[in-house]
Antibody
Framework: VQLVESGGGLVQPGGSLRLSCAAS????????MNWVRQAPGKGLEWVSY????????FYADSVRGRFTISRDNAKNSLYLQMNSLRAEDTAVYYC?????????????WGQGTMVTVSS | QSALTQPPSASGSPGQSVTFSCTGT?????????VSWYQQYPGKAPKVMIY???KRPSGVPDRFSGSKSGNTASLTVSGLQAEDEANYYC???????????FGGGTKLTVL
């Protein structure tokens, strides 16, 4: 069971970036997924949720209207499209799985991908 | 500022017990039993240690235990070991508006 994030990097304020999370070792299409971020030296912050089918999506207030979560179950992949990036979006971004049968925690995490927003 | 309040630091000697608190509101910790605790080493991904207030995932030592009273959840680590030195974060479901909220984390030092 593994999640591997990619797509992070350095981007200027106002720019865009698309993160990916590749899942393996489990039936990805059965699981609800999330993005969680952690600013340097700070705590964890939930960013976004997507249901197993993609029909239900939620965002934190801090990213709503700028970030878009999506998934491709055929490719076992989760995505986060980040637009209008701000300095305060600088963080390590983790994808995290909610377990079955009840999504009551985050039981599998990726290793994270670093996003730096700076001019 | 984090939605859940945790003390920034805690410490204990090997073999001792230490308890961390996590204070929320009646909209999150007080309302739902979806409270989890995560252990995180520097530069590493978090690992779930407790879920649904007091349940331990397979492989987590029974030295780790969780509880909740009202709007406050607690994590107790008994028989402290050097490997327990890490950051610990609480997390609660908060409904369809805020979804998941985290605490600011407690850094545990094993003296």
């Amino acid at each position: 069971v593994q999640l591997v994030e990619s797509g992070g990097g350095l981007v200027q304020p106002g720019g865009s970036l698309r993160l990916s999370c590749a899942a393996s070792g489990f039936t990805f299409s059965n699981y609800e997924m999330n993005w969680v971020r952690q600013a340097p030296g700070k705590g964890l912050e939930w960013v976004s949720y997507i249901s197993s089918s993609g029909s239900a999506i939620f965002y934190a207030d801090s990213v709503r209207g700028r970030f878009t979560i999506s998934r491709d179950n055929a490719k076992n992949s989760l995505y986060l499209q980040m637009n209008s990036l701000r300095a305060e979006d600088t963080a390590v971004y983790y994808c995290a799985r909610e377990p079955l049968p009840v999504g009551n925690t985050f039981d599998v995490w990726g290793q994270g991908t670093m996003v730096t927003v700076s001019s | 500022q984090s939605a859940l309040t945790q003390p920034p630091s805690a410490s204990g000697s090997p073999g001792q017990s230490v308890t961390f608190s996590c204070t929320g509101t009646s909209s999150d910790v007080g309302r739902y039993n979806h409270v989890s605790w995560y252990q995180q080493y520097p530069g590493k991904a978090p690992k779930v240690m407790i879920y649904e207030v007091s349940k331990r995932p397979s492989g987590v030592p029974d030295r780790f235990s969780g509880s909740k009273s009202g709007n406050t959840a607690s994590l107790t680590v008994s028989g402290l070991q050097a490997e327990d030195e890490a950051n610990y974060y609480c997390c609660s479901y908060a409904g369809s508006n805020n979804f998941w909220v985290f605490g600011g984390g407690t850094k545990l030092t094993v003296l």
